[in-house]
């Protein structure tokens, strides 16, 4: 249960005065959240000083000021495009303030003439004017201290004014309780941090331009509260499955013998290596939680493969959990080949196995005959059973989270658990993402492969890249091309995905194939199909998901409004090219303006394919709210916490963590309740519960 103490910050939006649906939902797009903690994790990006109170005839133009002045004389707009004017003066000048399409009786009412008011706005000289248009503040003298002051400034979104935002948060920050300490003394002292409460008004309050730095003692607070409680929740995760014994799960090797035996080619020194590693750990008497990371096409699938045989060779079951139910069928049948030659069967498990089909495969698993299984998220409902579940591997995990991990391995017999990623993922996040996993790397390129040729060109030039896909096609390859999410609207998206498809079919004609989001999954599948195999040559794609699949003969990789892409993604989307024998090509087209790190990130990926140096240069180029889908590149998804300027905080949130549990893995006593406190004010219930489960 949620401590009644945070009751007030996890009440609806709506909650707050002045807070409608309308507005609660406008402020939910913001944020992120329905509730009014959103609002205080929402820290200002600016400042705006409303200090200056200069007369008339001090104004300094271009200036923000707060002036007293006396309302002469309204002018309300005569033609329909000309201004509202209101003439005002105090004594020392005259001042015009100026409105576009006014109200006039509203105009009239806020200002009535002969009134003293205070005005706050920038200042203009226009046609020998001073001028305000405008003003961001009208309000009487007795009101005047609430607006000579350093006013914060939010990022917004459509339709949110700063006034309503503003308001709201403040809102917000008057129900924010005194909380119990959850930081350790000593730390808390050595750095100067105030108590949470303080922290967060501070945050919400920047005087001087240094207040907004993320080093600012109140942020970095608030940013170690964050990874405190991303840590602790990690190490619970962790330590209940520790606690859970493990148990060991050793084949005899005769399955693998015969998988390696068929295969076309020999593994290389990595893959035997992540075998050897994987399959000590599952022998071992603990439950295994490695990570196998490897770029894309490094060749994860066989390893994972051989781990799996190895469960069944010990008489047990393994299962392989994929995010999509595209990437799901074509495990499905990459490992259905592959443990064919040891002449073992592998069932597939989506949210499209329905009626007989379903029934077959559950009842299959939950009699044993299912030694294999493969699957999406549809593996977790609870009418899946196995009868001896020991080894769980989960591809690409970033999409599921901690708990759903968990929920899989549940499913077993302190089953091991084997995450598989294509994101090489940097130290820092390593940790954040993970806690401390063992982890398995697969670090060579493979034989045969071509590097491939990556060249960044701007749109302009996209009749040169029609001319060199046409010839690719002609060389009997196939082509990607990726139309990102570009709007916040998925329909607009859709469009512009829509038309390049339409201007490529005037080209190639039914040589074009379309995939986007809102396709169904069996008409998703015909047009994959298609392309992988079929008549289809040049496939356009809204999405990064539906790409993730392996054509072989997949040569050019073209990607429209690169520079919007995460690193990460780029190298992702890369990856799927250049698996065969050909030599293949990346195109990257970029539109103009490209900011410094669009620049910079260009340039990285046209530079290198090593996926762990571009996991660490997007950690150090990522600007913030930048890109696209980031939540797909494997990065945990902080709202208070920057890695790249918080980095140093990681460790010691870590040590504080790790401490903290090995003292009082009950979580009882004052600090005890504290540190709750935090989980659930960072909405880590799930890890609470684990406590309480045991
Ligand atoms: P990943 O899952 O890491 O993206 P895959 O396991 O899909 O990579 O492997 C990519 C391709 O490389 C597959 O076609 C696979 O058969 C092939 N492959 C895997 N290991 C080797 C190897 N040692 N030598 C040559 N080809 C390999
Ligand atoms: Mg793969």
């Keep these: 249960m949620r401590p009644e103490i945070l009751y007030p910050l996890f009440a609806p939006l709506t909650d707050l005065k002045g807070v409608g649906k309308h507005i609660a939902a406008l402020l939910e797009k913001l944020t992120g959240s329905g509730h009014v903690a959103g609002l205080l994790w929402h820290l200002p990006t600016g400042r705006i000083d409303r200090r200056a109170s200069p007369t008339i005839a001090e104004v300094l133009p271009g200036q923000v000021a707060t002036l007293t002045v006396r309302v002469d004389r309204h002018f309300p707009a005569g033609r329909s ?10 004594g020392t000048g005259r001042l015009t303030l100026v409105f576009f399409n006014a109200r006039p009786d509203y105009l009239g009412s806020i200002l009535p003439e002969g009134t003293v008011r205070v005005v706050s706005g920038k200042t203009d000289v226009f046609g020998g004017e001073i001028q305000m248009t405008h003003p961001d503040h009208i309000v009487s003298e007795d009101e005047a201290a609430s607006v000579r002051v350093v006013e914060p400034v939010y990022p917004l979104t459509t339709g949110l004014t700063p006034k309503v935002a503003g308001k709201a948060i403040r809102a917000a920050l008057e129900r924010a309780p005194r909380l119990p300490e959850w930081i350790d003394g000593p730390l808390l002292q050595a750095r100067g941090w105030p108590d949470w409460r303080t922290a967060v ?44 014994a493990g148990r060991p799960v050793a084949g005899d090797g005769s399955l693998r013998r015969k998988t390696v035996a068929a295969l ?23 439950q295994m939680l490695r990570l196998l990371q490897g770029d894309v096409g490094s060749g994860k699938t066989v390893v994972a493969a ?32 592959l443990a064919q030659a040891a002449g073992v069967p592998c069932v597939l498990l989506t949210g499209r196995e329905k009626g007989k089909a379903r029934t077959e495969a ?15 998220h549809a593996l977790f409902q609870d009418d899946v059973a196995f009868r001896d579940l020991a080894l769980a591997v989960i591809d690409e995990q970033h999409r599921f989270g901690v708990h759903q991990r968990l929920m899989l391995a549940r499913k077993g017999r302190a089953a091991d658990v084997l995450v598989m990623t294509a994101t090489p993922i940097p130290r820092t996040l390593m940790l954040t993402a993970y806690g401390d996993m063992e982890s398995s790397k ?45 709007e916040e609207s998925e329909a607009t998206d859709l469009a512009a995905a829509e038309q390049r498809f339409a201007h490529l079919q005037e080209r190639f004609g039914s040589r074009v194939g379309l995939v986007h989001g809102r396709m169904k999954g069996p008409e998703k ?38 520079e919007r892409f995460g690193l990460a993604q780029l190298h992702q989307l890369r990856g799927r090219v250049g698996r065969g024998e050909r030599p293949s090509t990346c195109l990257l087209l970029y539109t103009q303006p490209l900011s410094e790190s669009a620049r910079s990130r260009l340039a990285v990926i046209r530079e290198t394919e090593d996926g762990f140096r571009i996991a660490e240069e997007d950690l150090r180029l990522r600007g913030a709210g930048e890109l696209l889908g980031t939540r797909q590149s494997g990065m945990p998804d902080f709202r208070l916490a920057d890695l790249a300027v918080h980095g140093e905080l990681l460790a010691i949130a870590r040590d504080d963590a790790g401490n903290a549990l090995a003292r009082n893995p009950g979580l009882s006593g004052a600090r005890g309740d504290a540190l709750r406190t935090l989980l659930y004010l960072f909405e880590r219930d799930a890890a609470v519960r ?3 489960s045991g």
């Design 362 to 376: 559950l009842a299959a698993l939950a009699a044993g005959e299912a030694p294999l299984v493969v699957g999406t």
């Design 201 to 244: 008004a501070e945050a919400h309050a920047p005087v001087d331009e240094s207040d907004l730095d993320p080093g600012h003692p109140a942020r970095q607070r608030l940013a170690y509260d964050e990874l405190l409680a991303n840590q602790l929740a990690l190490m619970m995760v962790r330590s209940t499955m520790r606690k859970r």
């Design 306 to 337: 051989l781990a799996m045989l190895s469960a069944v060779e010990a008489g047990c079951q393994a299962a392989l959990m994929a995010p999509t139910e595209i990437l799901a069928r074509q495990h499905h049948a990459t490992l259905s080949r």
């Design 81 to 90: 495009r000309m201004p509202y004017k209101v003439l005002c003066s105090d």
């Design 690 to 692: 684990l406590l309480q």
């Design 264 to 286: 076309p080619f020999s593994l290389t020194a990595s893959q035997t290596r992540a075998v050897e590693e994987i399959t000590a750990d599952m022998a071992g008497e603990a």
């Design 525 to 562: 599948d015909a047009v994959m199909a298609a392309f992988a195999t079929g008549p289809i040559d040049l496939l356009v794609a809204t999405t990064v998901i539906e790409v993730g699949v392996d054509v072989a003969d997949a040569a050019v990789m073209v990607i429209e409004h690169a």
């Design 442 to 486: 697969l670090t060579e390129r493979l034989p045969g492969r071509l590097p491939i040729d990556t060249r960044v060109l701007p749109v302009e030039r996209l009749d040169q890249v029609v001319d060199a896909v046409a010839r690719t096609i002609a060389g009997g390859a196939k082509v990607y091309w990726v139309c990102p999410l570009v």
